[in-house]
Protein backbone atom coordinates (compact mmCIF):
# COMPACT_ATOMS: atom_id res chain seq x y z
CA UNK A 1 0.00 0.00 0.00
CA UNK A 2 1.06 3.31 -0.79
CA UNK A 3 1.72 5.32 2.38
CA UNK A 4 3.53 8.99 3.01
CA UNK A 5 6.05 10.02 5.55
CA UNK A 6 6.74 13.51 6.75
CA UNK A 7 9.52 13.84 9.03
CA UNK A 8 8.92 17.10 10.81
CA UNK A 9 5.57 17.87 12.59
CA UNK A 10 6.47 21.24 13.50
CA UNK A 11 9.31 23.72 12.58
CA UNK A 12 9.72 27.26 13.50
CA UNK A 13 12.37 29.87 11.50
CA UNK A 14 13.25 33.15 11.52
CA UNK A 15 12.65 35.14 8.47
CA UNK A 16 15.16 35.04 5.85
CA UNK A 17 15.62 31.29 6.90
CA UNK A 18 16.01 28.12 4.82
CA UNK A 19 14.04 25.76 4.41
CA UNK A 20 13.75 22.10 4.16
CA UNK A 21 10.83 19.58 4.79
CA UNK A 22 11.25 16.34 4.21
CA UNK A 23 8.89 13.62 2.33
CA UNK A 24 9.60 9.94 1.43
CA UNK A 25 6.54 7.63 0.36
CA UNK A 26 6.30 4.24 -0.65
CA UNK A 27 5.06 2.82 -3.32
CA UNK A 28 6.50 0.58 -6.13
CA UNK A 29 5.45 2.59 -9.47
CA UNK A 30 5.22 5.14 -11.07
CA UNK A 31 3.64 8.00 -8.71
CA UNK A 32 2.83 11.55 -9.33
CA UNK A 33 4.13 14.01 -6.38
CA UNK A 34 2.58 16.90 -4.84
CA UNK A 35 3.14 19.27 -1.89
CA UNK A 36 -0.08 21.14 -0.94
CA UNK A 37 -0.21 24.13 1.48
CA UNK A 38 -2.84 24.96 3.43
CA UNK A 39 -2.33 28.92 5.32
CA UNK A 40 -4.13 29.65 7.97
CA UNK A 41 -7.89 29.61 7.38
CA UNK A 42 -7.81 28.62 3.85
CA UNK A 43 -8.00 25.63 1.82
CA UNK A 44 -5.40 23.48 0.60
CA UNK A 45 -3.70 24.51 -2.78
CA UNK A 46 -1.00 23.29 -4.96
CA UNK A 47 2.37 24.68 -4.59
CA UNK A 48 4.11 22.47 -7.20
CA UNK A 49 3.62 18.90 -8.67
CA UNK A 50 6.11 16.22 -10.57
CA UNK A 51 4.74 13.58 -12.96
CA UNK A 52 7.89 12.91 -15.39
CA UNK A 53 11.06 15.10 -16.59
CA UNK A 54 13.10 17.12 -14.82
CA UNK A 55 13.26 15.89 -11.11
CA UNK A 56 13.70 19.49 -9.88
CA UNK A 57 10.75 21.68 -10.12
CA UNK A 58 9.43 24.60 -9.83
CA UNK A 59 6.35 26.01 -7.79
CA UNK A 60 4.57 28.96 -6.90
CA UNK A 61 6.16 31.40 -4.16
CA UNK A 62 9.42 30.68 -4.90
CA UNK A 63 9.30 27.05 -3.59
CA UNK A 64 10.86 23.85 -5.19
CA UNK A 65 11.16 20.46 -4.59
CA UNK A 66 13.29 17.39 -6.04
CA UNK A 67 12.42 13.91 -6.82
CA UNK A 68 14.91 11.46 -5.75
CA UNK A 69 13.77 8.13 -7.17
CA UNK A 70 16.77 5.91 -5.56
CA UNK A 71 15.28 7.61 -2.13
CA UNK A 72 11.79 7.43 -2.95
CA UNK A 73 12.21 11.05 -1.25
CA UNK A 74 10.35 14.59 -2.77
CA UNK A 75 11.85 17.24 -0.50
CA UNK A 76 10.52 20.71 -0.31
CA UNK A 77 13.00 23.59 -0.24
CA UNK A 78 13.24 27.49 -0.11
CA UNK A 79 15.98 29.09 0.22
CA UNK A 80 14.60 32.40 2.02
CA UNK A 81 11.46 32.08 3.96
CA UNK A 82 8.81 34.71 4.82
CA UNK A 83 6.34 35.15 7.16
CA UNK A 84 3.95 34.93 5.21
CA UNK A 85 4.93 31.26 4.14
CA UNK A 86 3.49 29.99 8.07
CA UNK A 87 1.27 27.40 6.51
CA UNK A 88 0.84 23.86 7.02
CA UNK A 89 2.12 21.45 4.23
CA UNK A 90 1.05 18.51 2.91
CA UNK A 91 3.42 15.92 0.89
CA UNK A 92 0.77 13.96 -1.28
CA UNK A 93 1.11 11.01 -3.80
CA UNK A 94 -0.96 9.12 -6.13
CA UNK A 95 -0.09 5.93 -8.13
CA UNK A 96 -3.52 4.34 -8.64
CA UNK A 97 -5.42 4.77 -12.25
CA UNK A 98 -8.25 6.69 -9.69
CA UNK A 99 -5.85 9.39 -8.94
CA UNK A 100 -6.53 9.56 -4.89
CA UNK A 101 -3.87 11.44 -3.29
CA UNK A 102 -2.26 9.81 -0.19
CA UNK A 103 -1.19 12.71 1.94
CA UNK A 104 1.60 12.79 4.87
CA UNK A 105 0.20 14.03 8.21
CA UNK A 106 1.74 17.42 7.19
CA UNK A 107 4.01 19.57 8.43
CA UNK A 108 3.47 23.24 9.88
CA UNK A 109 5.64 25.91 9.64
CA UNK A 110 6.06 28.89 11.67
CA UNK A 111 8.23 32.03 10.79
CA UNK A 112 8.66 34.23 12.83
CA UNK A 113 9.11 37.82 11.76
CA UNK B 1 -16.04 32.13 -8.26
CA UNK B 2 -15.30 29.20 -10.30
CA UNK B 3 -13.70 26.83 -7.19
CA UNK B 4 -14.69 24.10 -5.69
CA UNK B 5 -17.68 25.06 -3.02
CA UNK B 6 -19.38 22.80 -0.42
CA UNK B 7 -22.29 23.76 2.09
CA UNK B 8 -22.23 23.77 5.03
CA UNK B 9 -18.90 25.13 6.00
CA UNK B 10 -19.88 23.96 9.49
CA UNK B 11 -22.22 21.73 10.85
CA UNK B 12 -22.84 20.73 14.47
CA UNK B 13 -25.19 17.63 15.17
CA UNK B 14 -26.09 15.67 17.74
CA UNK B 15 -24.63 11.72 18.02
CA UNK B 16 -27.13 9.51 16.29
CA UNK B 17 -28.51 12.29 13.84
CA UNK B 18 -27.96 12.16 10.20
CA UNK B 19 -25.99 14.73 8.26
CA UNK B 20 -25.52 15.86 4.81
CA UNK B 21 -22.92 17.87 3.00
CA UNK B 22 -22.54 19.32 -0.26
CA UNK B 23 -20.62 19.34 -2.94
CA UNK B 24 -20.41 21.74 -6.07
CA UNK B 25 -16.97 20.66 -8.14
CA UNK B 26 -15.31 22.92 -10.90
CA UNK B 27 -18.02 22.50 -13.94
CA UNK B 28 -15.75 21.35 -16.54
CA UNK B 29 -14.18 18.79 -14.15
CA UNK B 30 -15.75 15.01 -14.26
CA UNK B 31 -13.66 13.54 -11.71
CA UNK B 32 -15.00 14.47 -7.81
CA UNK B 33 -13.43 13.07 -4.65
CA UNK B 34 -14.24 13.19 -0.75
CA UNK B 35 -11.61 13.17 1.86
CA UNK B 36 -11.79 13.50 5.61
CA UNK B 37 -9.48 15.07 7.73
CA UNK B 38 -9.21 15.03 11.22
CA UNK B 39 -6.74 16.81 14.37
CA UNK B 40 -2.72 16.35 13.17
CA UNK B 41 -3.63 14.31 9.97
CA UNK B 42 -3.40 14.53 6.47
CA UNK B 43 -6.68 13.70 4.61
CA UNK B 44 -7.56 10.69 4.21
CA UNK B 45 -9.19 9.49 0.88
CA UNK B 46 -12.83 8.43 1.58
CA UNK B 47 -14.51 8.09 -2.24
CA UNK B 48 -14.19 9.08 -5.80
CA UNK B 49 -16.59 9.79 -8.47
CA UNK B 50 -15.57 10.01 -12.50
CA UNK B 51 -19.03 11.66 -13.92
CA UNK B 52 -21.71 10.00 -11.84
CA UNK B 53 -20.47 6.54 -11.16
CA UNK B 54 -18.60 6.16 -8.09
CA UNK B 55 -15.74 4.00 -8.96
CA UNK B 56 -13.92 3.44 -5.80
CA UNK B 57 -14.72 3.89 -1.97
CA UNK B 58 -12.20 4.04 1.08
CA UNK B 59 -12.14 0.85 3.89
CA UNK B 60 -12.87 4.11 5.39
CA UNK B 61 -16.29 4.44 4.52
CA UNK B 62 -18.80 2.66 6.89
CA UNK B 63 -22.12 1.36 5.75
CA UNK B 64 -23.03 4.16 7.56
CA UNK B 65 -21.55 6.37 4.80
CA UNK B 66 -23.00 7.24 1.20
CA UNK B 67 -22.42 9.30 -1.15
CA UNK B 68 -24.01 10.29 -4.44
CA UNK B 69 -23.15 11.90 -7.78
CA UNK B 70 -26.61 12.19 -9.74
CA UNK B 71 -26.16 13.94 -13.55
CA UNK B 72 -22.40 14.26 -12.71
CA UNK B 73 -22.30 17.79 -11.32
CA UNK B 74 -22.62 17.86 -7.55
CA UNK B 75 -22.23 15.29 -5.08
CA UNK B 76 -23.46 14.71 -1.70
CA UNK B 77 -22.33 12.87 1.43
CA UNK B 78 -24.46 11.16 4.12
CA UNK B 79 -23.87 10.10 7.14
CA UNK B 80 -26.04 8.05 9.27
CA UNK B 81 -26.08 8.33 12.46
CA UNK B 82 -23.10 10.01 13.26
CA UNK B 83 -20.91 9.31 16.07
CA UNK B 84 -18.97 11.11 18.04
CA UNK B 85 -15.90 9.65 15.84
CA UNK B 86 -17.15 10.63 13.23
CA UNK B 87 -16.19 15.01 14.17
CA UNK B 88 -13.90 15.52 11.42
CA UNK B 89 -12.99 18.43 8.45
CA UNK B 90 -14.84 16.65 5.48
CA UNK B 91 -12.66 17.76 1.93
CA UNK B 92 -14.40 17.96 -1.55
CA UNK B 93 -12.09 18.08 -4.60
CA UNK B 94 -12.24 17.75 -7.95
CA UNK B 95 -10.22 17.68 -11.22
CA UNK B 96 -10.64 17.50 -14.79
CA UNK B 97 -9.17 13.67 -14.85
CA UNK B 98 -6.55 14.26 -18.00
CA UNK B 99 -3.26 15.97 -18.14
CA UNK B 100 -1.74 16.56 -13.91
CA UNK B 101 -4.92 15.64 -12.75
CA UNK B 102 -4.44 18.41 -10.35
CA UNK B 103 -7.35 18.32 -7.85
CA UNK B 104 -8.65 21.63 -6.11
CA UNK B 105 -10.00 21.41 -2.96
CA UNK B 106 -12.71 22.67 -1.47
CA UNK B 107 -13.22 24.83 1.56
CA UNK B 108 -14.17 21.67 3.63
CA UNK B 109 -17.39 20.78 5.83
CA UNK B 110 -16.25 20.66 9.30
CA UNK B 111 -18.30 18.55 11.70
CA UNK B 112 -18.50 18.60 15.00
CA UNK B 113 -20.71 14.98 17.04
CA UNK B 114 -21.74 15.90 20.34
Known amino acids: AQSVSQHNHHVILSEAASLELGCNYS??????LFWYVQYPGQHLQLLLK??????LVKGIKGFEAEFIKSKFSFNLRKPSVQWSDTAEYFC???????????FGKGTKLSVKP | DTGVSQNPRHKITKRGQNVTFRCDPI?????LYWYRQTLGQGPEFLTY????????KSRLLSDRFSAERPKGSFSTLEIQRTEQGDSAMYLC????????????FGPGTRLTVL
Open chain 1, 27 to 32: YGGTVN
Open chain 1, 50 to 55: YFSGDP
Open chain 1, 92 to 102: AVNGGSQGNLI
Open chain 2, 49 to 56: FQNEAQLE
Open chain 2, 93 to 104: ASSSGTGSGEQF
Open chain 2, 27 to 31: SEHNR
